[in-house]
């Protein structure tokens, strides 16, 4: 009789529960798209974007959509679309016509209309911030730096911006071409100022059209400026450091030279002579300062560069261990059996740091360093690691010879002094006394 009275008592509660799921479903397949009192419903990004009704100027309702799209594309892959938009006027309020607005770092610009508005659309990588230009001939330019505060909740930012007349300001023309006449398309024009009068930084990018024309807009005259030209790696790289912009500029006029290259063969050696094989170094040339090229030693120390055009060469490596090779000159005759030495061996270098107690310091910074010159050519090596838990380093691949070592951790007296090799390996203590 109870486990009667027990089974209906149970099939009660359950069918109490289906009727509680069913009557909710019910509400749930209602129309979505009807919304109810006091609820706006806002459409996605995408039926944002294609709905040719929208308002040209984004609405409030179109912001929170481009929003909420952060997972639907607009932020993917490392980068970020960012759309900026907003009016530039005068100190009375009225529209600035043809201003230029322009990112200083990604070559990103758009102009303003007559009603002076404006809307510049950004490719970023997503954790980098725009810095914005707004420069119009006869006004005072402003530099603006957008950052996280700002753009932390919405893709689509809305800027206004105010310049003031100011007389100095004027416009830069000019022409980037080749020793026979020929305009070069596609030269990028840089033109920098560390501190103006306002003591902004001033920082702008153009790139010559077809014809290799430039301009720049808005350039406050009386300030000295570098004015540098990027050209493809055919043609010299120019720089004028001092470049003073008067009131009434005339036009630039800049010949580039176009390089010869040579082929250099040579071999990667250390201090006695002995090839260093599957050594890793990079070749820069200071002279043009654009020209980067990473060169690998064969199982015999040899070594190819074509193609690589004359001047200072500057060589380096890269990682814990850095050597460089700076002041060495090619010529324009193809270079043959260049030896580049660094500093590269079979010694090896042990040892402990403790404090004045004997405890072993973790975490000491250890650097050896050494330079030596041969005529105007200057090598130069430079190691570091820092002790493990027991105060332990070791370095190894040492040249022999003197090196400077210092010895450095945060509350303690750093050490400096002098490490000559006597035999193949060495083996230092180093005792650290607190501050």
């Known amino acids: 009789m109870k486990s009667r009275q027990l089974f209906f008592s149970i099939t009660i509660v359950l069918l109490s529960a289906l009727a509680l799921y069913l009557l909710i479903a019910y509400h749930l397949l209602q129309d979505p798209k009807t919304p109810k009192s006091g609820i706006v419903t806002v459409p996605s990004a995408a039926e944002a974007l294609e709905d040719e009704t929208a308002p040209a100027e984004p609405t409030e309702v179109a912001i929170t ?35 230029l607005i322009t990112e200083e770092r990604y070559f990103a610009s758009s102009r303003s209309d007559s009603n002076g508005t404006y809307r510049l659309l950004l490719d970023l990588p997503r954790h980098r911030y725009p810095t914005l230009h707004f420069l119009r001939n006869g006004y005072d330019g402003q530099r603006i730096r957008l950052g996280k505060k700002e753009l932390q909740s919405s893709l689509i930012y809305e800027l206004d911006v105010s310049l003031a007349n100011a007389l100095d300001s004027v416009n830069l023309q000019g022409w980037v071409g080749n020793e026979i006449g020929i305009g070069l398309e596609g030269a990028r024009v840089e033109l920098a100022a560390s501190y103006t009068r306002n003591r ?38 120019h720089e004028d450091p001092d470049f003073l912009v008067t009131q009434n ?46 060169i690998v030693s064969d199982s015999s120390g040899f070594f190819t560069l074509h193609n690589f055009p004359p001047g200072e060469l500057n060589l380096t490596t890269r990682g814990s261990e850095f050597f460089r090779i700076s002041g060495l000159q090619l010529n324009d005759n ?47 090596s430079y190691r570091s690691q820092r002790t493990d838990r027991n105060g332990g380093f070791a370095f190894a691949n040492l040249g022999d010879g003197s090196y400077h070592v210092t010895v450095y ?11 000559l090799f006597d035999a ?7 005792t650290l006394k607190r501050d």
């Open 65 to 99: 959509a481009h929003q909420s799209a952060n997972d639907s594309g607009l932020v993917s892959g490392g980068r970020k679309l960012l759309e900026i938009f907003g009016r530039v006027t005068d100190n009375d309020n009225r529209p600035i016509e043809n201003a």
């Open 200 to 237: 902004e930084s001033f920082y702008l990018t153009e790139f010559t059209d077809s014809n290799g024309n430039f301009e720049f807009e808005g350039v406050r005259s009386g300030e000295t400026y570098k004015f540098s030209i990027h050209q493809t790696p055919e043609y010299t790289y």
């Open 249 to 294: 500029p005339g036009a630039i006029n800049i010949v580039l030279r176009k390089l010869n290259f040579v082929d250099i063969d040579g071999m990667i050696v250390d201090r006695r002579s002995t090839p260093v094989p599957n050594y890793e170094m990079y070749v820069s040339n200071v002279t043009t300062g654009m020209h980067t090229r990473k």
């Open 334 to 380: 193809s270079f043959q059996n260049l030896q580049l030495v660094v500093d590269r061996g079979s010694h090896y270098l042990s040892g402990w740091v403790s404090d004045e107690n004997g405890v072993a310091v973790e975490k000491a910074m250890v650097t050896l360093d050494r330079k030596f010159i041969d005529g105007k050519v200057e090598h130069s």
């Open 409 to 419: 951790a945060i509350g303690y007296e750093k050490q400096d002094f002098s490490h």
């Open 424 to 430: 193949q390996s060495g083996e230092i203590f180093i």
